[in-house]
């Protein structure tokens, strides 16, 4: 196979790969790490006798990121604070023309959900995200994994078990959504505690995600008072050159707020029934590199 048609063949099947490799890991630079690896298999991998070049790549970006996710465990163990996955930019464009697809891709890439996640095992995690996700038949996930098949159906069962009981049907309609986080940032930059008030649901949580290297919370708040009046002083804090874009991040619309133009924080809110649920912010600058660019 000559290499221009190597390098075809994986490009092609790249935006899969790189999907694999997020919803493992919950990090950008973890995940290319990873693809690059997969990279450097296949273009080395003797390929006369790969009949399907896709199920083939997705196995060995599988297998790297479950090693890749076992060898991070101990570093999140140790992490300052809550823990958020890293945001990303998720406009799936016209290669996911289908609407049900599309949402799928964004809930099993959602904040919610890459939380929730994180307390499988790495194989649950990857029967799910190959499964849920990317819809692999169970019998060629079992080959991906070299398990059987009913122990991959068993694994799928317990986590998508897991994932449901610990997350809530969120409202996914993109317009209405953005409609509701430009109204919390007009309430909340405006001045106006009592309609940023209005928008949160009584048992409203904040999770915030610095590190330990900026400021946020180190502990999750909860309740609509608590969570209300923090996002009303941070709101009046003044940011350097600030300036706030509202953008699809990890398949719903987010803040992103810059500081002398470099990414400072990225905050997104969960809905439901109309009201806001949930807000996450991230501010680990480590964090925040895949989206400098946007």
């Not at 790189?18 to 990090?27: H, I, K, N, P, Q």
């Not at 929730?116 to 996930?141: D, K, N, T």
């Not at 799928?156 to 994932?163: E, F, G, S, T, Y």
């Not at 649901?201 to 608590?226: C, F, H, I, M, Q």
Request: overall charge negative.
């Amino acid at each position: 196979m000559a290499t221009d048609t190597l390098t075809d063949v994986f490009e092609e099947h790249r935006p899969v790969l790189t999907g694999v490799a997020y919803r493992m890991l919950g990090r950008a630079a973890d995940a290319e790490d990873v693809v690059q690896e997969a990279w450097l298999r296949w273009s080395a991998q003797q390929r006369d006798e790969v009949r399907e070049p896709r199920g083939y790549l997705v196995r060995i970006t599988t297998r790297l990121a479950i090693d890749r996710l076992r060898h991070v465990q101990s570093r999140r163990e140790a992490y300052v604070g809550p823990w958020l996955p890293e945001p990303i930019a998720t406009d799936f464009g016209p290669a996911v023309p289908d609407t049900a697809e599309r949402a799928v891709l964004a809930e099993t890439v959602s904040f919610a959900v890459l939380v929730v996640m994180e307390s499988l095992s790495p194989l649950e995690r990857a029967v799910f995200v190959l499964r849920e996700a990317f819809g692999f038949p169970y019998g060629e996930i079992a080959t991906m994994l070299e398990r059987s098949e009913a122990a991959v159906r068993q694994l799928a069962r317990r986590a998508r078990k897991h994932v449901e009981e610990r997350t809530h049907r969120h409202d996914v309609d993109p317009a209405a959504c953005r409609d509701l986080t430009e109204r919390f940032l007009a309430a909340a930059s405006g001045g106006d505690l009592g309609e940023l008030l209005k928008l949160l649901a009584p048992d409203v949580r904040l999770v915030g995600d610095s590190g330990g290297k900026a400021r946020a919370p180190l502990r999750v708040l909860e309740s609509v008072d608590k969570v209300g009046r923090f996002l009303f002083a941070v709101a009046h804090q003044p940011v350097p050159d600030a300036e706030i874009r509202v953008l699809e991040l990890n398949g719903a619309p987010a803040l992103l707020v810059l500081s002398g133009g470099k990414p400072d924080t990225v905050m997104q809110v969960e809905i439901q029934d109309g009201r806001i649920t949930c807000v996450y912010i991230v501010r680990n600058p480590d964090k925040l590199g895949a989206v400098a660019s946007l």
